[in-house]
């Protein structure tokens, strides 16, 4: 037998864990954990954002970084996202290290295995949205199989929004483009 939920109830999955880096006026860096977001196009990234210390920063540099947390980034990735960089500096918090991208202008937080370096195309105060650009990628050669990310090795995590957990991606099921030809004329 069915339960009806609310649309406030609605368990769409999956919801990245995007850790997302900037730096402020002053070059002081600053991460967020945000949720709501996806790849767009092949060299885009579509992230849906509430007014936060983060667009505030990505007005003024037009840049930013997007981080993949993972199962061993859990602690950091969860932090950055109960804490405001309004009022702490998370990153020195965290004891995270980072380095400036060698292709825009914010930075790269080191813990991270997989980082987007990307430049602002959009970002509308109205409706939250914010598109970007992917310019390049960094990626530790500890989660990489033939020269792409390994998902089995990266352990990324999701947000479970109906439970409020962090939940890793898993494994293969299927072949895309591939498994669906058998029904096919």
Known sequence: MSVEFTGKKACIAPEGVFIIGTYDENGVPNAMNAAWGAQSDFDEITLFLAK???TENIKHT???TVAFATKDTVEIADYFGVET???VNKIEKAGCHVHKS???NAPIIEEFPVTLECECVSYSDETGILVGKIIAQQADEKVLTDGVVDYDKLQPIIFDIA???YRLVGPVVGKAFHDG???KD
């Open 85 to 87: 960089g309004s009022k």
């Open 102 to 104: 060698a292709h825009v």
């Open 163 to 165: 439970t409020k957990t």
């Open 52 to 54: 936060h210390k983060t």
């Open 62 to 64: 037009k840049a930013f």
């Open 181 to 183: 030809l058998k029904l």
